[in-house]
């Protein structure tokens, strides 16, 4: 397993490549963090990585909040996401179960215009589903600050699962 010192000594290039996943298709935070080397823990990085996401354009975030997938739906997805739906019975939905989180992520994109987010680890499909059903309510600067939170937290927990570092008990 890579330490932190590792993760420190390694070029930009190769650095960019294992922590690219970490934000949804977005190579450009993992590329921007690598400017404040060196991190004194991954918990470092991990904050690292998400004043990346604060101080970037709205625009950007924007970006960054639509490149992840739709909960539930059947779309090509980065194999976090899969392995992180998967985990939460998205993959094994009964057809109308399918039916139900179609409508509802429409519903909720036509509201706020990007995909609900939420960090799935930890939660079944009927806690997912009542989320939606609660958050499709928010006003949309509310919405946008829940997502780019949850997508902060799908990041910790990627870190931690690609460096087995319990990060998040470290908060």
Do not use: C
Request: charged share 30%; net charge negative.
């Amino acid at each position: 397993m890579l330490t932190i010192d590792q993760l420190n000594a390694i070029d930009r290039e190769p650095f960019i490549e294992l922590l690219g996943g970490i934000f949804e298709h977005s190579p450009w935070v993992a590329e921007k963090a690598w400017e404040s080397k060196p991190f004194t823990s991954f918990l470092h990085l991990h904050k690292e990585m998400v004043k990346v996401v604060e101080f970037s354009s709205k625009t950007q975030k924007i970006a960054l909040i639509q490149n992840h997938p739709n909960l539930g739906d059947r779309v090509q997805m980065s194999e976090e996401s899969v392995n992180e739906q998967k985990g939460a019975g998205l993959t094994d939905l009964t057809p109308e179960e399918y039916a139900n989180f179609i409508r509802m992520n429409q519903q909720y994109m036509d509201t706020f215009s990007f995909p609900f987010i939420l960090a799935v680890r930890g939660k079944n499909k009927h806690d997912i589903y009542k989320a939606m059903e609660e958050r499709v309510h928010n006003d949309k600067k509310r919405e946008f600050e829940t997502a780019l939170k949850e997508i902060y937290k799908i990041a910790l927990l990627r870190l931690d699962e690609k460096f087995k570092t319990h990060v998040e008990e470290n908060r």
